[in-house]
């Protein structure tokens, strides 16, 4: 069966600091992986997708990046942190195929103070 | 924006009636996802429809898809406490971008 694993499970930083926010998928080999954020009370925003390691699409600008340094591994970060970067990440994988259903990890929620 | 412009609706019903959501898409698509999201956990698929469907059931969940209209709905028959939960509807564009809908936060009291 796959799993997916997020890490930290929560996190408080400072305005102006480095994140970096991970998430792993086990059980299955070359999934598309996605990363998305959710503001409180809010709906979920694609921020990047991969379909294959080392190659990551930006979906929208939110001064983020990320990488996908392994199969299985899909990683979030960013130099300095914004107070709008506050809210709920959440990683995602799903088959290779277009639209195939999304499979969502634990999420990570994130405090920028 | 792929969808229209609409924010979180919340509805409350009460156990026992039978309940529908909306969603409405901008682009064409071939897919939509519904979603399901408990408090503090990610989203689950409950139903996906696809554009050679106009109907889709699972147990008490039936799903439409209108691509002339460009519009969506998922009914939930004789809601129970444990429907209470936030519904999002979601569609691809392009290649592997999603996106989702504002969401229906549904409320079922007993």
């Known amino acids: 069966a796959q799993t997916i694993h997020q890490w930290p499970v929560a996190e408080i930083k400072a305005v102006g600091s480095p994140l970096s926010l991970g998430c792993t998928i086990k059980?299955?080999?070359?999934?598309?992986l996605y990363w998305y954020w959710q503001a409180t009370g809010g709906t979920l925003q694609q921020l990047f997708y991969?379909?294959?390691?080392?190659?990551v699409e930006s979906v929208v600008q939110l001064n983020l990046s990320a990488s996908r340094p392994k199969d299985d591994q899909f990683i979030l970060s960013t130099e300095k942190l914004l107070l709008s970067h506050s809210g709920f990440y959440l990683c995602?994988?799903?088959?290779?195929?277009?639209?195939?259903?999304?499979?969502f990890g634990p999420g990570t929620r994130l405090t920028v103070l | 924006s792929q969808w229209g412009e609409e924010n979180l609706q919340a509805l409350s019903i009460q156990e026992g009636e039978d309940v529908t959501m909306n969603c409405s898409y901008k682009?064409?698509?071939?897919?939509v996802h519904w979603y399901r999201q408990d408090s503090g956990r990610g989203p689950a698929l409950i139903i996906l429809?696809?554009?050679?469907?106009r109907e889709k059931r699972s147990g008490r969940l039936r799903a439409t898809l209108d691509t002339s209209s460009q519009s969506s709905s998922l009914s939930i028959t004789a809601a129970q406490c444990e429907d209470t939960a936030v519904y999002f509807c979601?569609?691809?564009?392009?290649?592997?971008?999603?996106?989702f809908g504002a969401g229906t936060k549904l409320t079922i009291k007993p």
């Open positions: 995602a994988w799903s088959l290779d195929r277009n639209y195939a259903e999304q499979f």
């Open positions: 059980g299955k080999s070359s999934p598309n």
């Open positions: 991969s379909i294959t390691v080392g190659q």
């Open positions: 682009t064409y698509t071939t897919v």
């Open positions: 429809i696809r554009s050679n469907e």
């Open positions: 979601a569609t691809g564009y392009g290649n592997e971008k999603i996106t």
